[in-house]
């Protein structure tokens, strides 16, 4: 009787672990877009950000100092195959996951302000040509 308590509890505590598959999932990014037009005129101003759709839970486009910008996953890096597990605010340049209570600090690679995230988000390459921009992976 001991010995089936103990393996039923081994395996439920393995089946109850997710992190094996508990990754953002990669998925192909090429987006292109003028920062002229109106719906990226929030860019123009240092510290600011936008949400746009790509990715896997969508895009976030912070504007840094000068022609610096930096771009990342709405997803969030802790538990990202939550529904729940996206970026669904930014605040002084501070993003936000309501799901989980963490937050990152886009000016620095995203990097973790509040647990229980432990990983910072997913960054993207951009370039910059004029008014063009190019985001890919």
Same mark, same amino acid.
């Given at each position: 009787?001991?010995?089936? !308590?103990?393996?039923?509890?081994?395996?439920? !505590? &393995?089946?109850?672990?997710?992190? /094996?598959?508990?990754?953002?999932?990669?998925?192909?990014?090429?987006?292109? *877009?003028?920062?002229?037009? $109106?719906?990226?005129?929030?860019?123009?101003?240092?510290?600011?950000?936008? !949400?746009?759709?790509?990715? +896997? =839970?969508? *895009?976030?486009?912070?504007?840094?100092?000068?022609? #610096?910008?930096? +771009?990342?996953?709405?997803?969030?890096?802790?538990? $990202?195959?939550?529904?729940?597990?996206?970026? #669904?605010? @930014?605040?002084?340049?501070? %993003?936000?996951?309501?799901?989980?209570?963490?937050? &990152?600090?886009?000016?620095? =690679?995203?990097? @973790?302000?509040?647990? $229980? %995230?432990?990983? $910072?988000?997913? /960054?993207?390459?951009?370039?910059?040509?004029?008014?063009?921009?190019?985001?890919?992976?």
């Amino acid at each position: 009787m001991k010995s089936a !308590f103990y393996i039923l509890s081994t395996l439920l !505590f &393995f089946s109850t672990c997710n992190t /094996k598959d508990d990754y953002i999932q990669e998925v192909y990014v090429n987006i292109n *877009i003028d920062l002229n037009l $109106p719906e990226y005129s929030y860019l123009q101003v240092s510290g600011n950000s936008i !949400f746009i759709e790509g990715g +896997v =839970e969508g *895009i976030i486009i912070y504007h840094g100092v000068g022609n #610096d910008y930096k +771009v990342y996953d709405r997803n969030c890096s802790y538990e $990202p195959s939550l529904s729940c597990s996206q970026i #669904d605010s @930014v605040d002084a340049g501070i %993003a936000y996951c309501g799901c989980c209570s963490s937050a &990152f600090l886009l000016s620095n =690679e995203a990097s @973790v302000l509040n647990s $229980p %995230a432990l990983l $910072p988000l997913k /960054k993207y390459y951009w370039t910059l040509s004029g008014s063009q921009m190019h985001i890919s992976n």
